[in-house]
């Protein structure tokens, strides 16, 4: 039976990625994005998931599954950073994904097996110089994930995926030099820097039925 999978952010490298995914397995990917995107298969809202939600009263009764890709990497020293640094990231990782999940809580209940997956960030859990803002925010997203997933069992499975260094558009202050490059992929075991697909393919998983008797994970993809 074909899916519909709501991937918030699709606009988003990881979301892309994730939206091909799905529609390789036949699913029926519904797509939202803060700025227009041109879909070929699927539906499209373009919305901020911190502002006016009326446009996903249209969803269909019933969704199988739910990616929340936004996110954000503010690197700052504790004495270069103001608190709204704070409250931003908090509105982009956690505020959002609150809002997603309180707005299609009813779709995602009409049938058993629906599935709820966050991007979060090993910044969450590791110590890393100038993270303490996007730290604090993904651990917030963390641990709103567990919460809620021992809230929404046996119906609905809520997980997180934290992948490392990414090469997105987020990670370009990162990774805009050969040597940056290099120094970052041999900070990792297997000598890489990750990509998009990389995520893409743990988030998909854990959406899918073959994840169905797990819930209340971080997934590290490292």
């Known amino acids: 039976m074909q899916k519909n999978i709501l991937v918030i952010g699709g606009g988003s490298l990881i979301g892309q990625e994730v939206i091909s995914l799905i529609q390789k397995a036949g699913d029926n990917p519904i797509i939202t994005s803060r700025s227009e995107m041109a879909i070929q298969n699927g539906d499209f809202f373009q919305l901020d998931p911190n502002e006016d939600l ?3 009263d249209a969803l269909p009764e019933s969704i199988d599954g739910l990616l929340y890709c936004p996110g954000s990497i503010s690197l700052k020293s504790l004495q270069r950073m103001d ?3 704070i409250q931003e990231d908090m509105r982009i990782n956690f505020e959002g994904a609150f809002n997603i999940v309180k707005k299609v809580l009813p779709n995602l ?3 058993d097996g ?10 969450a859990t590791s110590g890393m110089t100038f993270h303490t803002s996007i730290s604090a925010s ?5 641990g709103f994930a567990r919460s809620l997933a021992a809230e929404l069992a046996p119906r609905v499975a809520v997980n997180c995926v934290a992948p490392s260094l990414t090469d997105t558009p987020l ?3 990162l990774l805009n030099t050969d040597q940056k490059r290099e120094a970052n992929a041999n900070r990792h075991p297997l000598k890489r820097i990750g990509t998009p697909k990389d995520i893409a393919q743990a988030a998909t998983f854990l959406i899918s039925e073959k994840a169905s008797w797990m819930s209340g994970q971080i997934i590290h993809v490292d």
């Open 171 to 173: 990670s370009a202050g």
């Open 114 to 123: 629906a599935s709820v997956v966050f991007i979060s960030s090993v910044a």
């Open 83 to 85: 608190i709204s640094d």
């Open 54 to 56: 009326s446009q996903l």
């Open 138 to 142: 993904k651990s917030a997203l963390e």
């Open 109 to 111: 209940k009409k049938d």
